[in-house]
């Protein structure tokens, strides 16, 4: 049972980064889509500190 919550942990913790992903890079399209060159660098820099 204690494996079952600590693979299930772990699969929420990969699935919240890779939300967190899939929105920065949304947000970096809207944002160069919009020309908004101090948004991009911004979440250029969240995207490299994400990994």
Not at 19 to 44: F, M, P, T, W, Y
């Amino acid at each position: 049972m204690l494996t079952n919550r600590v693979e299930a942990a772990k699969k929420a913790r990969e699935l919240h980064r890779q939300n967190i992903q899939k929105s920065l890079e949304h947000r970096l399209e809207v944002a160069k889509a919009e020309g908004d060159e101090r948004l991009i660098r911004q979440l250029e820099a969240e995207v490299k500190y994400s990994g």
